[in-house]
């Protein structure tokens, strides 16, 4: 199967694994912005009813515009496609062997503040690599617990928005979550944090994850635009940190060269950890090599 195939075929889940869903923090300015995550499957791909849809403009390299004239340009654009795998996102990475790119999660907010420290350590004690895509909220919960991280060369840390939430222009949800409703808001979901990630590391985040893996296209070229390349997955590891460690184990037994898993590092109760400690291990013996986003 190619990996193509895969990320289509992965992001499809069973009604049986549906039940799981995403748990994300919610993305709201109100004082309730810890809305309970609807339990769907992932969806990939979609057309969304948005009128007289304008198409958006191919995703180009950074340029040096300043953040509000990246808002401007896409002022009053309309998308058609809403989901996680649209063109521009990155799901898999090009290899050369048996190669795959570990991502974790953190999406900060009410509930969602914790590290997974069994899950850390044990990427650390087997020196495997990986890329952290932190959330503003939870690296301003303890700064000096981001700044370790980002210390570590093993680890790599991606934008994982301002408020976690869904990438959007005319306020999509997913999970009942809403989405930002401008191009001016999605500006502000990546830059907030962009900053905070080169205040924090000293150099700018080179990818971003939208809260809940989703985007419309305009949104993802908003992204590239940005000087930053949208990040999705192609396998869905723990399921927003919902799995037990067998389901993890086995969802990390589908992989194949090139795959991106997601799974979460702010839920240390999770199944995790130990899914993950069994299943790396096995997937080294079996040939595999880690890597960092490229």
Known sequence: MSVPELSRRRLLVSSAVAAAGFVAAGCSTSQNNSPVAKSVAPQSSSAVPTGDAVAAPVPVAHTGASPQAVAARYAGRQPGRWGMDLD????????????????????????????????????????????????????????GRAARLAANPLFELGNHGTRHCPLSVNGHTAYDIDGTASPQQAVDEVWGNHERLTQLTGQPPRFFRAGTAHYDEVAVAIVHDLGETPVGFSINADAGATYTAAQVRRAMSEVAPGAISIAHMHRPQSGTAPGMSAALPALHAAGYEFVKLP
Not at 95 to 106: C, H, N, S, Y
Not at 116 to 130: G, S, V
Request: proline share 7%; net charge negative; aromatic share 8%.
């Open 88 to 143: 521009g996102i990155t799901t898999t990475i090009p290899v050369t062997g048996k190669q795959m790119a570990l991502t974790f999660d953190a999406c900060g907010g009410p509930g969602n503040n914790e590290i997974n420290d069994d899950l850390i350590d044990f990427l650390i004690a087997r020196e495997i690599p990986a890329t952290l895509f932190l959330n503003k909220r939870w690296i301003d919960a303890d700064p």
